[in-house]
Nanobody, 122 residues
Framework: QVQLVESGGGLVQAGGSLRLSCAAS????????MGWFRQAPEKEREFVAA????????YYADSVKGRFTISRDNAKNTVYLQMNSLKPDDTAVYYC???????????????WGQGSQVTVSS
């Protein structure tokens, strides 16, 4: 089992930055690929970014490429999502997730955090 706890959400103006953190606990947490999904009101949950267990490979949705950066520190069992140049369309609840194999669909991710609200004002 892997437990995930997100932090770092909040309210920011358009063009601003936020950094989300996800602390993972569990015996094998560092062996999982980690990712971020988001869900805006009345929309389906969508893939944002993911990183392999080693940190050597990263994946991004086209909508965030060049603005968001995912990273991880396995010594701290923590994954980060640095979000720059935020837009009102980025407003959503952001979820941290863990999986053995990265998929863009949320159906195949095994463990989930409780979510962190990010609100971008125009």
């Amino acid at each position: 089992q892997v437990q995930l706890v997100e932090s770092g959400g909040g309210l920011v103006q358009a063009g601003g930055s936020l950094r989300l953190s996800c602390a993972a606990s569990g015996r094998t947490a560092s062996s999982y690929a980690m990712g971020w999904f988001r869900q805006a009101p009345e929309k389906e949950r969508e893939f944002v970014a993911a990183i392999s267990w080693s940190g050597g490979k990263t994946y991004y949705a086209d909508s965030v490429k060049g603005r968001f950066t995912i990273s991880r520190d396995n010594a701290k069992n923590t994954v980060y999502l640095q979000m720059n140049s935020l837009k009102p369309d980025d407003t959503a609840v952001y979820y941290c997730a863990a999986t053995q194999i990265v998929y863009y669909s949320d159906r195949y991710w095994s463990f989930w955090g409780q979510g962190s609200q990010v609100t971008v004002s125009s």
